[in-house]
């Protein structure tokens, strides 16, 4: 699943190629993934040139001359195609053509990412917010009893922090994943605030400069401990890994529990 970071590129790279481009044309794949009907989605931005594109949590947001504004969200699977090639790629969900012959195409094989016409606002502060600061999370996490991972990955909580990152932050703040919310003192929430914006910061520096132009996928060969083929964290300590369901948590001895 594309994260915080990978969404971050992928706007900044959509928006140096798609910025001022025209809609000539949309094509809706299914309409189950809109929240509208696709007459009213084309009514809406046919004609419109893109002047803003940006991310806000795990979405990516097109922003139109007319201020509607159109969301995607890659899910669990999702790419994203940009092409001039008129053939369309399998399991589409929706294409927006430009005049000039560019074509974004939003794919997903278990059909699971979705668009969304002029979505709502949400309060919920993005993880590279300055809102998210250490007195964020004395406040938010002082009645949270839940292990810090499952808070750092409660969307409703703090928006765009996924399974990886969550490892990454935790690892660099020295704070086990398994550590309930509420009984972390207040210094370390401090070093997990540096942490939350460091490790995200670093990781958009990352992947840009490694692959450039990137606009669907993950990279993730850069990653301190949540990696499948390290064995050992930067200061030599073995990586362990818990499995839970699907999910997989990485993190080492040198991580302190709070309970």
Same mark, same amino acid.
């Given at each position: 699943m594309p994260e915080l970071p990978d969404l971050e590129v992928f706007s900044r790279n959509l928006s140096t190629k798609l910025k001022n481009k025209q809609v000539k044309e949309v094509l809706?794949?299914?309409?189950?993934?809109?929240?509208v009907s696709a007459e009213e989605l084309q009514k809406a931005i046919v004609g419109q040139k893109i002047v803003k594109i940006y991310r806000d949590g795990k979405e990516l947001y097109f922003e139109f001359e007319n201020k509607t504004v159109l969301s995607m969200h890659m899910m669990l699977n999702g790419e994203l195609h940009l092409s001039k090639d008129e053939e369309t790629p399998k399991y589409a969900i929706l294409r927006l053509i430009f005049k000039g012959?560019?074509?974004?195409?939003?794919?997903?094989?278990? $059909?699971?990412?979705?668009?969304?016409?002029?979505?709502?606002?949400?309060?919920?502060?993005?993880?590279?917010?300055?809102?998210?600061?250490?007195?964020?999370?004395?406040?938010?996490?002082?009645?949270?009893?839940?292990?810090?991972?499952?808070?750092?990955?409660?969307?409703?909580?703090i928006r765009g922090i996924g399974n990886a990152y969550a490892d990454e932050i935790l690892w660099e703040a020295g704070i086990s994943?398994?550590?309930?919310?509420?009984?972390?003192?207040v210094p370390k929430l401090k070093s997990l605030a540096k942490a939350v914006r460091h490790v995200l910061d670093n990781a958009v520096k990352q992947i840009s400069s490694s692959r450039p132009g990137l606009i669907s996928g993950e990279m993730r060969d850069f990653l301190k401990i949540h990696h499948p083929k390290k064995t050992h964290?930067?200061? $030599?300590?073995?990586?362990?890994?818990?499995?839970? $369901?699907?999910?997989?948590?990485y993190y080492t001895d040198e991580q302190e529990t709070y309970k």
């Open positions: 809706v794949g299914s309409t189950k993934k809109l929240n012959g560019n074509i974004l195409t939003l794919t997903d094989f278990r $059909g699971l990412a979705h668009a969304t016409l002029n979505p709502e606002a949400d309060d919920t502060p993005d993880a590279l917010s300055r809102i998210v600061d250490a007195h964020f999370f004395e406040t938010t996490l002082a009645s949270k009893k839940g292990a810090i991972k499952n808070i750092l990955l409660d969307q409703h909580v994943p398994f550590s309930a919310a509420n009984k972390i003192p964290s930067p200061s $030599g300590v073995p990586i362990l890994m818990k499995k839970t $369901g699907a999910r997989k948590t």
